[in-house]
């Protein structure tokens, strides 16, 4: 009963925040490229992307099953979280007590999934690296055939979904059971198993390389897949574990307020800096038992556990940093991560002299600085007042948003209107799209081609623009690498500039300001 207690009990939390929304950027990538499948698009070979697949058919399949809506699309968010929740219990709960499993599982939606709740690629990638490695560590202990198909198949969907994570799992995966086999010789998989991961592993790879091969559009899609590696990894570098501060929010946190506040505050982030600091753990753990149990070639059933999991986390921090080490996407892998809290945190687990003395108040600690963050996510969405009424559906904001009202106003369902550089949410809520293949684009990460895309599209469109100015402004904070020349020299945004006028200013409830505009000869009506 306890798993399904945990899956109704996060199910019920998440719920909170269905219709909650800051208006993110990032948010409506998925959303409007799960409109394009929806409309009979191809991914790659009609619209820009670099993700792979996985993502947006789920969701597309949703919204045919569901209805295409704000709240279905956060609906599937509460489901996978919970799901992740479920699993984090199941998976501590091998070495852990019941208490400190129930506590880093409740942990991994409040102080996780909730943390950033937006409709994203990573979600469901995570929901599939737990499914994969809670396949791993039942093939560990049962050695059955079906084990070993779930364990190939969960890793090549979570590659479908994102393939940075999927490639971290295979490294992972490859990782534990290298050790576990060469060094721990008491261990074998029968061969059936064996043929059972590889063509588990197969499968859903073959099935995808099937369908876009019949669309004309496989040789597209390598490509798009590979093309992160040339651009996106490149603007996105930023340090290990960046929290992503502005030089206002830093000020807000550290100087503002009376001492209590800002001690409460300071307490209330502790834990984004604490969370990177989990997967070198396992890394250490993971290198110190691949020596003991090569030095002994035995293993015990907790020693064989951590060394399959730390593989995998290790794998999965391989990922992370080499795509973008900030804060934010480690919260997106904090279901797998707490783990390692609650090796710490248990009794059971981890038996160290120095860790027992202090378990007690790192206890107390861990659960004030992360229920302090997990109060401060909630109250965050309970206090949002201010009612949005859009085609997906209404949401609520903490501010007022002009934006979507006055598009709604002078733009009609399913009409043209480009979004620039970065807000494809609002095509989304608005139910407008793009008239380019580009729904979002990002100086110093797009290339100087795709900008000349965009602007043929614009050329060959009466549609109005919806432009932001300020978003270079953005740019120092998010994506410190990105080139000077990128920001300086916009093509685009000099596009805008020159043959375009200003019919209303607007602003988000962030306090972005953004310019409805309409060409110049055209009328604003």
Same mark, same amino acid.
């Not at 597309?60 to 509460?78: E, H, N, P, Q, Y």
């Not at 409740?106 to 909730?114: D, E, F, K, Q, S």
């Given at each position: 009963?306890?798993?399904?207690?945990?899956?109704?009990?996060?199910?019920?939390?998440?719920?909170?925040?269905?219709?909650?929304?800051?208006?993110?950027?990032?948010?409506?990538?998925?959303?409007?490229?799960?409109?394009?499948?929806?409309?009979?698009?191809?991914?790659?070979?009609?619209?820009?992307?670099?993700?792979?697949? @996985?993502? $947006?058919?789920? &969701?597309? %399949? *949703? /919204?045919?099953? #569901?209805?295409?809506?704000? =709240?279905?699309?956060?609906?599937?968010?509460?489901?996978?979280?919970?799901?992740?929740?479920?699993?984090?219990?199941?998976?501590?709960?091998?070495?852990?007590?019941?208490?400190?499993?129930?506590?880093?599982?409740?942990?991994?939606?409040?102080?996780?999934?909730?943390?950033?709740?937006?409709?994203?690629?990573?979600?469901?990638?995570?929901?599939?690296?737990?499914?994969?490695?809670?396949?791993?560590?039942?093939?560990?202990?049962?050695?059955?055939?079906?084990?070993?198909?779930?364990?190939?198949?969960?890793?090549?969907?979570?590659?479908?979904?994102?393939?940075?994570?999927?490639?971290?799992?295979?490294?992972?995966?490859?990782?534990?059971?290298?050790?576990?086999?060469?060094?721990?010789?008491?261990?074998?998989?029968?061969?059936?198993?064996?043929?059972?991961?590889?063509? @588990?592993? $197969?499968?859903? &790879?073959? %099935? *995808? /390389?099937?369908? #876009?091969?019949?669309?004309? =559009?496989?040789?597209?899609?390598?490509?798009?897949?590979?093309?992160?590696?040339?651009?996106?990894?490149?603007?996105?570098?930023?340090?290990?574990?960046?929290?992503?501060?502005?030089?206002?929010?830093?000020?807000?946190?550290?100087?503002?307020?009376?001492?209590?506040?800002?001690?409460?505050?300071?307490?209330?982030?502790?834990?984004?800096?604490?969370?990177?600091?989990?997967?070198?753990?396992?890394?250490?753990?993971?290198?110190?038992?691949?020596?003991?149990?090569?030095?002994?070639?035995?293993?015990?059933?907790?020693?064989?556990?951590?060394?399959?999991?730390?593989?995998?986390?290790?794998?999965?921090?391989?990922?992370?940093?080499?795509?973008?080490?900030?804060?934010?996407?480690?919260?997106?892998?904090?279901?797998?991560?707490?783990?390692?809290?609650?090796?710490?945190? @248990?009794?059971?687990?981890?038996?160290?002299?120095?860790?027992?003395? #202090?378990?007690?108040?790192?206890?107390?600690?861990?659960?004030?600085?992360?229920?302090?963050?997990?109060?401060?996510?909630?109250?965050?969405?309970?206090?949002?007042?201010?009612?949005?009424?859009?085609?997906?559906?209404?949401?609520?904001?903490?501010?007022?948003?002009?934006?979507?009202?006055?598009?709604?106003?002078?733009?009609?369902?399913?009409?043209?209107?480009?979004?620039?550089?970065?807000?494809?949410?609002?095509?989304?809520?608005?139910?407008?799209?793009?008239?380019?293949?580009?729904?979002?684009?990002?100086?110093?990460?797009?290339?100087?081609?795709?900008?000349?895309?965009?602007?043929?599209?614009?050329?060959?469109?009466?549609?109005?623009?919806?432009?932001?100015?300020?978003?270079?402004?953005?740019?120092?904070?998010?994506?410190?690498?990105?080139?000077?020349?990128?920001?300086?020299?916009?093509?685009?945004?000099?596009?805008?500039?020159?043959?375009?006028?200003?019919?209303?200013?607007?602003?988000?409830?962030?306090?972005?300001?953004?310019?409805?505009?309409?060409?110049?000869?055209?009328?604003?009506?």
């Amino acid at each position: 009963m306890i798993p399904a207690l945990i899956f109704l009990g996060c199910l019920a939390y998440l719920c909170v925040f269905l219709r909650y929304s800051t208006l993110e950027p990032d948010e409506g990538i998925v959303l409007q490229g799960a409109e394009r499948v929806l409309a009979g698009q191809i991914p790659y070979r009609d619209f820009f992307s670099f993700y792979t697949p @996985g993502s $947006l058919y789920l &969701l597309a %399949a *949703t /919204f045919r099953i #569901f209805g295409d809506s704000f =709240a279905v699309a956060r609906l599937s968010l509460a489901v996978v979280g919970a799901i992740c929740s479920v699993l984090t219990y199941l998976l501590a709960r091998r070495v852990c007590t019941v208490g400190t499993s129930i506590f880093v599982a409740v942990l991994a939606t409040t102080a996780g999934t909730a943390f950033r709740f937006l409709v994203l690629h990573n979600p469901y990638s995570t929901l599939g690296s737990c499914l994969c490695l809670y396949a791993a560590v039942r093939l560990l202990e049962h050695r059955q055939v079906r084990w070993a198909f779930l364990v190939g198949s969960f890793a090549s969907l979570t590659f479908l979904t994102e393939q940075s994570k999927g490639a971290g799992l295979y490294l992972g995966l490859v990782l534990g059971f290298f050790v576990l086999f060469v060094f721990g010789r008491e261990i074998r998989l029968p061969f059936a198993a064996v043929v059972a991961a590889a063509g @588990g592993t $197969l499968w859903p &790879l073959l %099935a *995808t /390389f099937a369908y #876009f091969w019949a669309h004309h =559009a496989s040789g597209i899609m390598l490509h798009s897949w590979l093309w992160p590696l040339q651009h996106y990894t490149r603007a996105n570098r930023v340090p290990y574990g960046h929290q992503n501060w502005s030089d206002h929010t830093r000020d807000a946190i550290f100087h503002t307020g009376p001492i209590l506040v800002r001690i409460i505050k300071i307490l209330a982030v502790i834990p984004g800096l604490l969370v990177p600091l989990l997967p070198l753990i396992a890394v250490g753990l993971f290198v110190f038992l691949t020596l003991e149990v090569r030095r002994r070639s035995s293993t015990t059933t907790d020693q064989r556990y951590y060394l399959l999991v730390c593989g995998v986390l290790t794998g999965l921090l391989v990922s992370v940093v080499l795509v973008r080490a900030d804060i934010l996407h480690f919260m997106y892998l904090a279901p797998l991560w707490y783990l390692v809290l609650g090796w710490i945190l @248990g009794p059971a687990a981890l038996k160290s002299r120095i860790i027992s003395k #202090f378990r007690t108040p790192l206890f107390a600690f861990v659960g004030t600085t992360f229920g302090l963050l997990s109060m401060a996510v909630l109250f965050s969405a309970t206090g949002a007042r201010y009612r949005i009424d859009t085609r997906r559906g209404a949401i609520r904001t903490n501010a007022r948003d002009t934006v979507i009202e006055y598009v709604q106003q002078h733009a009609a369902p399913g009409q043209q209107l480009l979004v620039y550089p970065y807000l494809p949410l609002y095509n989304y809520l608005t139910a407008t799209r793009s008239p380019s293949q580009y729904d979002y684009f990002q100086p110093g990460m797009n290339t100087r081609d795709q900008a000349a895309d965009i602007i043929a599209s614009m050329r060959a469109s009466t549609s109005p623009v919806l432009f932001e100015p300020g978003f270079a402004e953005k740019i120092a904070n998010s994506w410190p690498q990105t080139p000077l020349s990128a920001i300086v020299n916009d093509p685009v945004s000099d596009y805008i500039a020159k043959n375009y006028r200003v019919c209303q200013q607007l602003h988000s409830p962030e306090g972005w300001r953004f310019e409805f505009m309409v060409k110049k000869e055209t009328p604003c009506s």
